[in-house]
């Protein structure tokens, strides 16, 4: 079959049809036709010529461009092409090798749509949106931190920082990214003491407190930390799902450990960050749903990232939507956050998010910055302005002078 072949325009997708939406840009003089047809030649059944071993029943399984729109085409793949409960082997189909064929200028996944006879093959979030307020007992935004500095600190440090951020108002504290097993802080021993020190701080403030102690490694390794996890009776892992893999992160839930999922993105934007190129947020947001993560990131539309509020609203909503049977999952905003910045967080995120700031927090002290960021969610909650609250709240008052008035309501 020619590329042009796998162009049916008249083409109504079924409802056991994988369905992707791309951004395509042809390169020198390829048509948009030809361009479409050989993305989905190359993530199905074509190749770049016409072969000899090719048999009839071959060719009903090829995918079908069947919407054209300007830059946007929309294609469809028989549910037959993929195996069950398989991530790695979908997304070597429909974003494998099209991103490098000549034919094309650039090429960008902006959304799929996924058939209830691949999904029911997925485990799903195991906790959810609801299984989190289950732990916490409030419906408020969680209240979150990450340890800073973001990598060097000595366990005994890093067990301070956590303290003294939960015992100040603070739900959550989390390790960053590339902290996991180093000589200067151990994750075993980190573990260990970071956990005495949440219980403490639980029996002293009569909140619930959660600790997401970062699990990632290689993946025999990851299962016995979570385990660790599990068997101390942490409720949380964090997990860079991007750099661990598909794969990894499959492994890693279909273990079903009693653990929620804290899912960081790091690395994503290698694959999003270009607007025309790679991958949206919102299908990797879609498929760690899948996979089943239960707290994604998804950026914040103010702070130090990249993404604008629309972007983030479409992540959200991935997260959200009705997916088949899927838990909803709890978007988590950080990068760049500090005080300030809550009341509009809220506008964006409703209640159901969780905030996460480090250096918004850990700049002013961290029992400062603590004090200051729950003092803002109490404004905020109340309907007060920041401004006329931190007349009465000096750590809000000290954060505000600090980084800038932002947002209110």
């Known amino acids: 079959m020619r590329y042009e072949d796998y162009v049916d325009l008249g083409y109504k997708p079924g409802k056991d049809d994988l369905v992707c939406e ?49 830059k946007r085409i929309n294609v469809a793949y028989p549910v037959e092409l993929f195996e069950p409960g398989n991530i790695p082997q979908i997304l070597s189909s429909v974003a494998g090798n099209i991103f490098g064929m000549k034919e094309i200028k650039s090429l960008r996944l902006v959304d799929l749509t996924i058939p209830e006879k691949l999904l029911k093959s997925f485990k799903g979030p195991k906790y959810g949106i609801k299984g989190i307020r289950k732990i916490f007992r409030t419906n408020r935004p969680l209240l979150g931190t990450i340890i800073k500095p973001k990598i060097g600190l000595r366990t005994e440090e890093h067990v301070k920082v956590a303290y003294e951020a939960w015992v100040n108002g603070i739900d959550i504290v989390k390790d960053d990214e590339n902290l996991s097993s180093q000589n200067f802080n151990k994750f075993e021993k980190r573990l260990e003491k970071t956990f005495k020190a949440k219980e403490k701080a639980e029996k002293e403030t009569g909140e619930k407190k959660a600790y997401m102690i970062n699990v990632t490694a290689e993946t025999q390794e990851m299962l016995k930390r979570a385990k660790a996890v599990e068997n101390v009776g942490n409720e949380y892992i964090m997990v860079d799902i991007i750099t661990i ?21 790091a690395g994503h934007a290698a694959l999003t960050r270009n607007s025309k190129h790679g991958i949206s947020m919102k299908v990797i947001a879609k498929l760690a749903r899948i996979v089943g993560v239960d707290q994604l990131h998804v950026g914040t539309g103010v702070g130090k990232m990249f993404e604008k509020k629309e972007e983030v609203l479409e992540n959200c909503k991935a997260l959200k939507e009705g997916l088949w049977k899927f838990k909803p999952v709890m978007p988590v905003a950080s990068g760049g956050l500090h005080p300030g910045h809550i009341p509009q967080l809220i506008k964006v995120f409703g209640n159901d998010f969780i905030v996460q700031a480090g250096g918004g927090i850990h700049s002013l002290q961290t029992r400062i910055g603590a004090i200051a960021m729950r003092q803002a969610l109490d404004a905020a909650l109340e309907g007060i302005s920041l401004q006329e609250y931190s007349k009465t709240h000096k750590e809000l008052k000290l954060a505000l002078n600090k980084f800038g008035f932002v947002s209110s309501r």
Not at 50 to 70: D, H, M, N, Q, S
Not at 249 to 255: I, M, P, V
Request: hydrophobic share 40%; proline share 1%.
């Open 22 to 70: 791309f951004v395509l840009e042809p390169a020198g003089n390829s048509s948009i036709e030809r361009a479409a047809g050989a993305i989905a030649a190359e993530s199905s059944t074509g190749t770049w010529t016409e072969v000899k071993t090719e048999k009839k029943y071959v060719r009903k399984l090829a995918a079908k461009v069947f919407k054209i729109e300007g």
């Open 245 to 265: 893999g598909w794969s990894a992160l499959q492994t890693l839930r279909n273990q079903d450990f009693n653990l929620v999922i804290h899912a960081h993105r």
